[in-house]
C-alpha cells in the first residue's frame, strides 16, 4: 500500500504536506482523480481521491476514514546522544520507528562528539519509516538539547533509566523494566556518560542499569532497548 | 582494550593476520618489545610482546594466555538474503556481531535483488565488530548459497524457522521459539519468500512464524530475532 502523509482541512477535505505532493505529482504522476490513501500519523488512514494535483499542495476529497488506537502497552522515549557519524543515527532513527517508538530526543552530553543535528533530515526518516512499516503513529522527535535541563524536566510519572558502562555490576535491565507506561531510557555518547551526568540522572529519579555483558555501540544500545521493550511486552 | 586479531604458531609464539599486521604497524605505530593483546576468535585473549614488526607479518611473544567458554545458552544461525543495498546487510553484519551471533549464512532466494556479495568485506566488518564489542568468539560467515540446496542442507537437531508475511495469523515467535540449542531462522529478501520457498522450508521441517505485526525490512527483522533471541535467554 503507497502511504502519503497529510493532514485534514475539513470532513471532507485533506492536504499532503509540499513534500508528499511533490512525491505524489512530480514522481508517482498521480492525476485528478486518482486514489490516495494518506495517512495523519495519529492513527488514521484516509481513503481519497486526488481533486486538485497541485505539486505544492495537493487536495483530497476524504471518502472513508479508518482509525486504530495506539495498542502499545508502553510509552517509549528514548533521549539519545548524536554520535559521531549521523548515519548511525539515522538508522537507529529508521529501525526504532519500524519497531515501535514514541519520541526521540537527542541529548547534547559531556563527552558528545556531535553538538549539532539536522532535525528535518531526522524527520524525513522517521516519515519514510512509518510509511514503509505502516505505522500509524509518527513519533515526536525533539531539538538537540543540554543534558542537565532534559534530565531536570524529565515528566512526573516517568519510569527513568540510564543505561551506562561506569559501574560494573548494575542490574540487568530485566530485572529493573517493566513494558508498561512511561518508559525513558538514556543512551550517552561513544565516550559514555560522566559519572557526574550518571549521579545528576540517579537525583533525578532514574534507575541505572547495564543491558548485558556485550559492549555495545551507541545506536546499537538504543536500538536494542527498542526491541527488547517490543519482545518483553509480547510475552 | 586494543584487541587484535592472529594465530597462535606455537606454545610461545603468535602471528597477527596481513591486515592487523600492517594496522598494528604503519597505523599504530607500534615498535617491538610494545605490549599488544591478541585474539584467536575462539575464546582466547593473549597477552603478548611484539618480537618482529613486520607490517605483513607480526611476530608475538605469548606471555599468558586467558581463555573462556562461550557461555550463551543458543547457537544463533541466520540466513538471510542480501538486500539490494549492500549497507542494510552490513549494518546488520554490525549489529549481529554486537549483539551475539554464531554464524551467519546469504541465501539467493527467487525475489532477491542481489545474487552476488563480497564475503571479504563482510569479514572485515564481522571481526571489526567482534573487537569492538569484546566478543570472543568471531562467527562463521558463509557464501551466498542457493535456496534450495541451503534448505536441503540443513543440519539435523537444528530448529529452524522461516519469517515471511505470505500467510495471515502465523504464531508469534514467542509461542514457538525457545532460546536453546541450534537456532536457524530463514530471513527473506524485498519481496519476501514465495509460498513455493515456504512450502520447501516446511518440508525440510521449518516452522513458520510471525516476527509482530509490524512490516519489518530484510535487515531490520533480522536484527530483531538476534536481539529477541538475546531478551529470551536473559530471563
Redesign the interface.
Known sequence: MQLFIGHILSETEAALSEDESWHCIKVLRHKAGDPITMMDGKGSYYSCTLLDPNPKKCILAINTVDFRENTILYDLHIAIAPTKNIDRIE?FV??AV???IREISFINCKNSERKIIKLDRIQKIVESACK????RYIPQLNELADYTPFIKNIPVGTHAYIAHCQTKDLP?Y?TLVKPAGKLLFLIGPEGDFTMNEVTLAMEHGCKELSL?A????TE?AA??VC??M???A??
Request: charged share 20%; net charge positive; no cysteine.
Open positions: 538508522w529508521e529501525k519500524e519497531i515501535g514503509q512499516s505502516l505505522q540487568h530485566t548485558g556485550n559492549r555495545l555501540r546499537t536500538l536494542f526491541n527488547a517490543s519482545v518483553l509480547s510475552l
